[in-house]
């Protein structure tokens, strides 16, 4: 079964620049796949950061992108801050109604 | 203001059942594909089940399939979950969320709710 990858952990200093990405098991991501990126801390429900590969959601700021490269989703954060430190997730439809999320990433701003 | 509000999580044994709510408001609810996605403690998110508008299409991820079902009363605004033969592995915090549709055909959650937590344990 194809399952969706994500690096466990990543680290960032502040003010540096960060890529997250969202792979395949079996395959490569592209748009049909839908990719979109959550973040989350701890206690809290997910908040929405970029839908359909690269757009970003309401009031999310532009220090976030999204795009495809290479084989997989990337998530690229700009000049990092303290509070970016979260969990990041990416979720990729998979064909047939189903969905699937990445194991998420724990990016440490330090 | 777009909401959505979770009901119904509990203790339950193994083996046991329990159905969740989520209350919908502010929107039109029955224009949108709705999701239920769960969390175990300490561990990532999970996609556990899809339903249409319409209630005419039904998905599910296959650790649930036979023993979880999602439905809908558009009338109530109202989502659904029912748990059935419930076990220590469905321990979980469940987020009931909306799906919106970009661009004509890129779907994402863009509405979560806070969350419902069902511990399965003896």
């Known amino acids: 079964q194809t399952v969706v990858t994500q690096e466990p952990s990543f680290s960032v200093s502040p003010g540096g620049t960060v890529t997250l990405t969202c792979g395949l098991t079996?395959?490569?991501?592209?748009?049909?796949?839908?990719p979109s990126w959550y973040r989350q801390t701890p206690g809290q429900p997910p908040r929405t950061l970029i839908y359909?590969?690269?757009a970003r959601s309401s009031g999310v700021p532009d220090r976030f992108s999204g795009s495809i490269l290479g084989n997989k989703a990337a998530l690229t954060i700009t000049g990092a801050q303290a509070d970016d430190e979260s969990n990041y997730y990416c979720v990729l439809y998979l064909g047939s109604g189903i969905w699937m999320f990445g194991g998420g990433t724990k990016l440490t701003v330090l | 203001e777009v909401q959505l509000v979770e009901s119904g999580g509990g203790l339950v044994q193994p083996g046991g059942s329990l159905r969740l709510s989520c209350a919908a408001s502010?929107?039109?609810?029955?224009?949108?594909?709705m999701t239920w996605v769960r969390q175990a403690p300490g561990k990532g998110l999970e996609w556990v089940a899809n339903?249409?508008?319409?209630?005419?299409?039904?998905y599910y991820v296959d650790s649930v399939k036979g023993r979880f079902t999602i439905s809908r009363d558009n009338a109530k605004n109202s989502l659904y979950l029912q748990m059935n033969t419930l076990r220590a592995e469905d321990t979980a915090v469940y987020y009931c969320?909306?799906?919106?549709?970009?661009?004509?055909?890129?779907?994402?959650?863009?509405?979560w709710g806070r969350g419902t937590t069902v511990t399965v344990s003896s």
């Open positions: 969320a909306r799906w919106e549709l970009a661009m004509g055909q890129y779907y994402y959650i863009d509405v």
């Open positions: 079996s395959g490569s991501v592209s748009t049909t796949h839908s």
């Open positions: 359909s590969t690269n």
């Open positions: 339903i249409k508008h319409d209630g005419s299409s039904k």
């Open positions: 502010g929107f039109t609810f029955s224009s949108y594909w």
